[in-house]
């Protein structure tokens, strides 16, 4: 692997060119998330009670955060980086200077993980208008430090998929297959306690399953059991994810 300072390089470019989109992209990241908080948190929150004595948008913020990073760096790595790779030709471009493509890969997942932050940012402070906080100021900070990580970590696993797909239309198995059912069986919406056995089992190999459960620990202030296991799964699936996705990405860019 060749990686060097110029990833900020292609991350920088990346952001230059991101400024002509700042408002709609702004609108697209707010939507989706605030559709789920109002739809869930207080239309379905109004007829679900408490949870653990406190207030269903208390239990759904966390959650959202979490996801909100996966879906926004996962859409970014994989439509984004494909326009770049087929469209524009910008990969092209970018290793026909001293960057590496290892340096080209690596920049854009941190770009989808920056996008993954900004994203859960809105998010956090539309719930902070809403008058769901967290715990205190420092989990606040934390938070933002552990989005950028789910960034990271599901930007690599989908530019393994972006690495080996034909076209856009590749990208609707990845979305309707795994993102989509992770979304609502990884605890983000509703707890995992009633599932059935076999679905709790299925829940625990999914990622955002324990990205949901750090996040919803670190922002309520409450433990969880299994906290330290989940997040080295998560580290150790992120440097995995990373190194495969840099080495795949490399095949394709350079034949």
């Known amino acids: 692997m060749s990686l060097s300072y110029r990833i900020a390089y292609v991350f920088l470019r990346n952001l230059y060119s991101y400024k002509r989109f700042v408002l709609p992209t702004f609108l ?17 929150g109004a007829y679900m009670g408490a949870f653990g004595g406190k207030p269903y948008l208390d239990f759904l913020v966390p959650g959202v955060l979490a996801s909100t990073a996966m879906m926004s760096a996962s859409f970014e790595c994989l439509y984004g980086t494909y326009v770049k790779i087929v469209h524009e030709r910008v990969y092209d471009s970018l290793i026909a200077t001293p960057v590496s493509a290892d340096d080209a890969v690596a920049g854009d997942i941190a770009w989808g993980s920056f996008r993954g932050l900004i994203s859960g940012g809105l998010m956090m402070i539309v719930a902070l208008f809403m008058g769901v906080a967290p715990a205190a100021a420092w989990r606040a900070a934390v938070l933002v430090v552990f ?48 599932f059935p056995a076999w679905m709790k089992v299925l829940a625990e190999f999914l ?42 990405m490399r095949k394709r860019l350079i034949k």
């Open 147 to 194: 989005m950028i990580f789910v960034g990271v970590l599901f930007g690599s696993l989908a530019m393994i998929v972006t690495s080996i797909s034909p076209s856009f239309d590749f990208f609707s198995y990845y979305t309707e297959l795994v993102i989509t059912p992770m979304l609502f069986f990884s605890g983000v919406f509703f707890p995992l306690d009633h």
């Open 28 to 44: 697209v990241s707010l939507v989706e998330p605030l559709f789920y908080l109002v739809t869930f948190g207080i239309g379905m």
């Open 207 to 248: 990622p955002l399953t324990h990205a949901v459960r750090i996040s919803r620990a670190v922002f309520t202030g409450d433990s969880a059991p299994g906290l330290g296991w989940s997040l080295l799964l998560l580290v150790v699936m992120a440097a995995a994810a990373f190194l495969v996705s840099t080495r795949m």
